[in-house]
């Protein structure tokens, strides 16, 4: 209730004018900060939907750096556009976690080439054997 108060709205604009001159003052910091808070977001999220030592769900990968999170259902771009870029994704699951404290079953972990063959409308070629698809031309 502070908040709205008169003296609670000044104070928020302070805080607010503090924060954005220490960010335009410390910009190298800040970056640094927000990628490794994006690092820490993105392993919880990654290590939920993979456990504990997450892979890909179709082929097995298991390098961290080359997963990612795929829909399920196939409608990734469509929440894209809803939501955002594709960085949202996992602070997009911690803010539903956090409101209401059950993290949506419709993600799974992929690699990036499992994902990006199933995101191009062809069947991943894990599954196939034919390690030599090219993408679909339009």
Do not use: M
């Amino acid at each position: 209730w502070w908040k709205s108060t008169p003296a609670g709205i000044q104070c928020g604009i302070l805080t607010q004018q503090r924060v954005k001159k220490w960010k335009s003052e410390n910009q190298d910091k800040y970056r640094e900060q927000a990628r490794e808070h994006f690092a820490r977001v993105q392993r919880e999220v990654i290590e939920h939907y993979g456990g504990s030592n997450p892979k890909c769900a179709c082929c097995g990968e298991n390098g961290y750096v080359f997963l990612t999170l795929d829909h399920k259902d196939g409608k990734g771009a469509e929440h894209r556009r809803q939501e955002g870029g594709s960085g949202t994704l996992y602070y997009w699951i911690k803010r539903q976690v956090k409101l209401s404290g059950v993290w949506p079953n419709n993600f799974q972990v992929l690699c990036f080439n499992c994902n990006f063959a199933k995101g191009n409308g062809t069947e991943c070629p894990h599954k196939t054997g034919n390690l030599n698809v090219r993408r679909k031309l339009i």
